[in-house]
């Protein structure tokens, strides 16, 4: 299944590089973690950030990284948070509005049926 892996990364916000890195570090991790009970990670920002940099409008931008991430989030199966932001919390919204699962750990995912 694709489980989309989350949390608050705050690149936009004024995060410190080296606060970034360990948020991405996490993520990373995480996708890992995914990756070895069978399922396949999807991390939206992985994915939205190399053409979001290319937008100049913050607006625009964070238009185009809702939209990304939204339009991922539509192939999953599941949800797997590793904290909360707003862009988080309209994550959870979108996978619960579907019915699907929202795992608040790791240890929560089940694994993959092979």
């Known amino acids: 299944m694709l489980i989309m892996v989350t949390g ?16 991405l570090g996490r993520i990373a991790t995480a996708s890992l973690d995914v990756l070895k009970k069978g399922h396949v990670p999807v991390v939206g920002v992985y994915q939205a950030y190399p053409m979001i940099d290319l937008i100049e409008d913050m607006t625009e931008k964070m238009r185009a990284l ?20 707003s862009g ?11 019915g ?15």
């Open 100 to 114: 699907l699962p929202v795992f608040e750990s790791i240890d929560d995912l089940p694994p993959a049926d092979r």
């Open 88 to 98: 988080v919390n309209q994550e959870i919204s979108f996978f619960r509005s579907k």
């Open 8 to 23: 608050p990364v705050g690149r936009f916000s004024g995060t410190s590089p080296a606060e970034l890195a360990e948020r």
């Open 66 to 85: 809702e939209n990304s991430i939204l339009g991922l989030a539509a192939h999953c199966g599941g949800l797997l948070v590793l904290g909360r932001s």
